[in-house]
């Protein structure tokens, strides 16, 4: 077993490595990398680096291993999972629905090469090839999908998510039920609602989470039920505005979560070699969902008024580089796309702008429960009101040449902004009337929304408020304090790193508005802006108005110790 300083063992021991690793011992941790990757046979506890690193909206953490004097030893992410998330499913299929999914994809390499997952002998246990490149995007810190901004990242995008709905998709059947983890709370609900199962059948999986996400929130208030009633009724029309026959109408096997940060740069500071991970949401649904959700998450719609109300307006990808998507997504699906309508350039660009709104009426009923910012009505509103305007633009422009050109040229999501803001009106600041009043924006498409636009604001139960965090897909704890103590545990990393995580405009401080998208990311958020206040002058010891690294200490070893 034992060579000088070089540990050798067998896989019989990993299962009593996994507790020592998870708790960060070191040894542990080499023992098992050593164990799922064969060319680290060689690496000792003094080659051995092990680093944690930053978490985003779902997952496990994952820890960075890396042995830099051994030649031939990968760098590796590591994640360790509770061994109860890798119990056999009741079919006796070991693999779930995202470990089959990284199997089959990264035999393609359009995600990170797997080298240990779903192992019996090392139940929760997952190594990977580390990606040394940065995220492409993230949609809070930065204000759009940068990656689009590089030719050859443009056109990796368009490749990559070719080469993905390309794929033989006879494996999805075999493991689509076996859901385990996140997926399994998305998906609650899914065997005793009849619709749910009805759209699942006919239009995929993205459809049906709408369904389930606004009919498990309706109960919240603020028109959470109004909410939920229009995604339903918007999901259908946006689902069969593209035809079935189409290139990006087509069902495919997605990803189901394509936004920024789940794209990644597989070489440090390198454009054009793209990969996808966190393929929490693998399910059958269009191909235009895909392609549209980057766009989507564009800090010109929506999450600019989300995240900072709208004081930095991104940008959208210009046409040209949409086009570079379109023509690679082309290029690489080859005679294949021959086989589909709307096949030429400008319809695949022009038809991912209705990936754009199936994405914003997806995020609409995600977030139905949040409701930390000022907004009358929950924020949900805002997602569902682009989704129905967008699909208004959609039906002018079949006649429009003028509009249809426009759309080309400036996405949806920045046309509908616009015209907002020339109204003077802002998104999430909207009431109920002004939302009724504006319903049809752009035209109308099909019967105009019938409610409920009423004064549900009742004062809700604290059962009523408890549901509220704990709703979701997200688990949203029962106060920030415990979210964000879940979130820094979660991640294994220091406190600094934690701090600057949450630190986007790298000043120094967290202030409001960062603190209340911390407030997302660690699965709470805040009912009204006084609420956001208060948290923050908790954590503000000196009342300067906004949360130093030493504060932010304090306040973790407080949430620790109560």
């Known amino acids: 077993m034992t060579t000088d300083n070089c540990i050798n063992v067998s896989w019989e021991v990993a299962k009593f490595l996994l507790p020592a690793a998870a708790k960060g011992d070191e040894e542990a941790m080499m023992l098992l990398c050593k164990l799922a990757v064969p060319s680290w046979s060689d690496v000792t506890s003094k080659d051995f680096k092990m680093e944690a690193l930053g978490g985003g909206f779902s997952g496990n953490v994952p820890i960075k291993c890396s042995a830099p004097g051994v030649e031939g030893a990968p760098t590796l992410a590591v994640k360790i999972n509770a061994a109860d998330d890798d119990e056999e499913n009741e079919d006796g299929n070991k693999d779930s629905l995202v470990t089959a999914a990284y199997r089959r994809w990264s035999a393609a390499g359009i995600v990170p090469t797997v080298f240990c997952l779903g192992c019996p002998e090392a139940p929760g246990l997952e190594v990977y090839e580390f990606i040394e490149g940065s995220q492409a995007s993230w949609l809070v810190v930065k204000h759009g999908p ?98 079935k026959n189409s290139l990006l109408g087509r069902t495919v096997v997605g990803h189901g979560d394509a936004h920024g940060a789940n794209i990644m740069h597989r070489r440090d500071g390198g454009h054009g070699d793209l990969v996808v991970i966190d393929l929490d949401f693998v399910g059958r649904m269009p191909a235009a969902y895909d392609l549209g959700t980057p766009l989507a998450g564009t800090t010109v719609g929506p999450y600019a008024f989300l995240f900072n109300k709208g004081d930095k307006l991104g940008k959208y990808p210009s046409l040209a580089q949409r086009r570079i998507v379109a023509q690679a997504y082309l290029d690489e699906l080859g005679a294949e796309a021959q086989k589909f309508s709307r096949n030429e350039i400008e319809e695949v660009v022009l038809d991912m702008e209705v990936g754009v709104a199936l994405r914003l009426l997806w995020v609409g009923t995600v977030v139905i429960p949040l409701g930390f910012n000022n907004s009358p009505l929950y924020m949900g509103w805002c997602f569902v009101f682009y989704a129905r305007a967008a699909l208004n633009l959609f039906d002018a422009a079949e006649t429009d040449e003028v509009l249809r050109d426009r759309i080309l040229e400036e996405g949806v999501i920045s046309i509908i902004t616009s015209a907002l803001l020339e109204k003077g009106l802002t998104p999430l600041d909207m009431s109920r009337e002004e939302y009724r009043a504006h319903w049809d924006l752009f035209g109308s498409l099909g019967p105009a929304f019938t409610g409920p636009f009423v004064p549900d604001d009742a004062p809700p139960s604290a059962e009523d408020l408890l549901m509220e965090q704990t709703a979701g897909a997200a688990k949203h704890y029962s106060s920030f304090e415990s979210a964000a103590l879940k979130f820094y545990e979660s991640t294994g990393a220091d406190v600094a790193t934690v701090f600057d995580r949450f630190d986007s405009d790298k000043n120094g401080y967290i202030d409001l508005q960062e603190l209340m998208a911390c407030a997302v990311v660690c699965g709470t958020g805040f009912t009204t802006m006084a609420d956001a206040e208060a948290a923050l002058a908790k954590v503000d010891s000196d009342g300067d108005g906004k949360i130093s690294l030493t504060e932010f200490k304090s306040f973790l070893t407080g949430a620790r110790a109560a």
């Open 146 to 243: 940068e990656f689009m901004e590089n030719d050859l990242d443009a056109a990796s995008f368009g490749k990559i998510y070719a080469e993905l709905h390309g794929q033989d998709s006879e494996w999805y059947e075999e493991y689509k039920d076996c859901l385990k983890g996140q997926w399994e709370d998305w998906q609650k609900g899914m065997d005793t609602n009849e619709y749910a199962t009805e759209v699942r059948a006919k239009y995929g999986c993205v459809a049906s989470m709408i369904v389930l996400f606004g009919d498990n929130h309706a109960h919240m208030g603020k028109n959470a039920a109004g909410a939920a009633k229009a995604a339903k009724e918007l999901s259908p029309l946006l689902h069969e505005y593209l035809p």
